[in-house]
């Protein structure tokens, strides 16, 4: 499907002139597709002054294609606006590292504190953990458990409230034992209280952290910027990880909180396991905010690949967002050729929600079982899939062809029905973004 999705964005950009008028159409519906995910209003209306000054229409060469000009504007623009330009955080081997984790309360500090633990324990580094949360009860629990399932050693201690004492002495022995990466996860609080920030300046005065990271709940939109700027103003933040980026946010609140800190995204989280952190990549990000997949991802890697094309029906049907049995069967097909599916999976829309979360050879597996269910339908099934009745009997029939459950053809189908629904969503914002002058 990926191919697709480069095809019609070739077909639609190989259009008609674009003129001033149909320029600031474009900008609205991108400015709309963007508002849609949450990025904060006047830095949609920055991005869209951003763009305008910069594709001067009528200083362009006669034949330069408009639309693409603009198209790759916006998604330059965008990236630009997601890295300030610092290069990510890196501890420095053979030196006790302190990094402190902060962020309000259910954002996910523990849990990303613990992933990255994981994350830098497995490239080496000897990791300790530390809880300063001597706030919410049963928080050293939590940290306690997670850190044991990672096999990362901790520090706390029950019925202590001075968060400063249990944070100096768990870095210091930690410091003392020559670990490299010291973690404090931090308290958080409900709201953006004045003890809160008082305590963490306190933490960030009694442990002088190489390192502040703060951690956002990727959903949170609107209130993103204001966040982000109060933990600022106490601490000097450095990185953000932004999670819970595996939900239906498409994370517009991560524009605020790199203008707010000044400081690059470093992660994402993508779940409640150890495992479910993704190192940040902007043009992927990008991709996601407008609600294409990665299409320049897509596009080198298809490159590489020899994978079956759509022809020019197909092509304009899923354009428009409308997608068959038969699209998801050669998508599938595509998919297995191009490389590790975790990998696939984040840069198609709708995939990454239906693959397995299990090992590389599990979700393989679980792939080629639907490409064989699909093998047993009929023309009718696969070109119509929407308009035949999808009873019993002809489960059944497919099931007997296959060689696989009733069960697992019903899977098949709600399969198709994430799928399709993903694309109609992306064809509409192909449409914002693509044919500005058709209006959405
Ligand atoms: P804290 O209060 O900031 O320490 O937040 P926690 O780490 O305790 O997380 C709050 C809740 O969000 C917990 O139920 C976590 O399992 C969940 N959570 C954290 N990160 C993610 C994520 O990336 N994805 C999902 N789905 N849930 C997350
Ligand atoms: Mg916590």
Same mark, same amino acid.
């Given at each position: ?19 001033? +008028? ?111 949360? +001597? ?54 609080? !409900? ?70 800190? !000044? ?43 020899? &994978? ?14 409308? &997608? ?11 998919? &297995? ?100 002058? !058709?209006?959405?």
């Amino acid at each position: 499907l990926g191919t697709k999705i480069v095809k019609a964005l070739q077909s639609l950009t190989n259009q008609v002139v674009v003129d001033e +008028t149909a320029l600031e159409a474009a900008l609205k519906e991108v400015a709309r597709a963007l508002l849609e995910a949450d990025v904060n209003v006047k830095q949609v209306s920055e991005l869209r002054q951003r763009v305008k000054n910069r594709v001067r229409l009528a200083e362009l060469p006669p034949g330069t294609n408009r639309r693409r000009l603009i198209h790759k504007t916006v998604f330059e623009e965008l990236c630009r606006m997601l890295d300030p330009g610092i290069p990510p955080y890196r501890p420095q081997r053979g030196q006790s590292n302190v990094i402190m984790f902060v962020g309000l309360q259910g954002n996910g500090k523990t849990t990303s504190c613990v992933k990255v633990a994981y994350f830098y324990k497995r490239k080496g580094y000897r990791t300790g953990l530390v809880c300063a949360d +001597t706030f919410r009860a049963g928080a050293f629990d939590q940290l306690r458990q997670n850190a044991t399932r990672a096999r990362v050693p901790f520090y706390g201690r029950y019925g202590e409230t001075d968060a400063v004492k249990v944070a100096s002495e768990g870095v210091e022995r930690f410091r003392r034992e020559g670990f490299e990466v010291i973690l404090v996860d931090t308290s958080g609080r !409900h709201k953006q209280e004045a003890a809160l920030f008082a305590e963490m300046e306190q933490l960030d005065r009694a442990l002088t952290p190489d390192h502040v990271i703060f951690v956002m709940d990727g959903s949170i939109g609107q209130a993103a910027y204001d966040q982000a700027r109060a933990f600022q103003q106490r601490v000097r933040v450095g990185s953000v990880i932004l999670t819970k980026m595996d939900g239906h946010a498409r994370g517009g609140g991560a524009l605020s909180a790199v203008a707010a800190t !000044h400081s690059p995204i470093v992660f994402l989280g993508t779940g409640e396991h150890l495992d479910d952190l993704e190192e940040f990549q902007v043009q992927s990000f990008v991709g996601r905010l407008l609600g294409m997949g990665d299409v320049r991802g897509l596009v080198s890697t298809i490159a590489e690949a020899d &994978l079956e094309n759509p022809d020019e029906e197909q092509m304009n049907r899923i354009s428009q967002g409308i &997608l068959t049995l038969r699209d998801m069967q050669m998508q599938y097909s595509n998919v &297995l050729r191009l490389g590790p599916l975790s990998k696939v999976a984040s840069m198609m829309p709708g995939m990454a929600e239906i693959l397995p979360k299990g090992s590389e050879k599990d979700a393989q597996t679980r792939v080629r079982n639907m490409l064989v269910i699909l093998d047993s339908m009929n023309r009718e099934e696969l070109d119509e899939s929407t308009s035949v009745r999808w009873d019993d009997s002809r489960k059944r029939r497919i099931a007997r062809g296959s060689g696989r459950s009733v069960q697992e053809v019903d899977e098949v189908l709600t399969q198709y029905k994430l799928i399709s629904k993903a694309w109609s969503r992306i064809g509409k914002n192909m449409k914002h973004l693509m044919q500005p002058g !058709h209006g959405g």
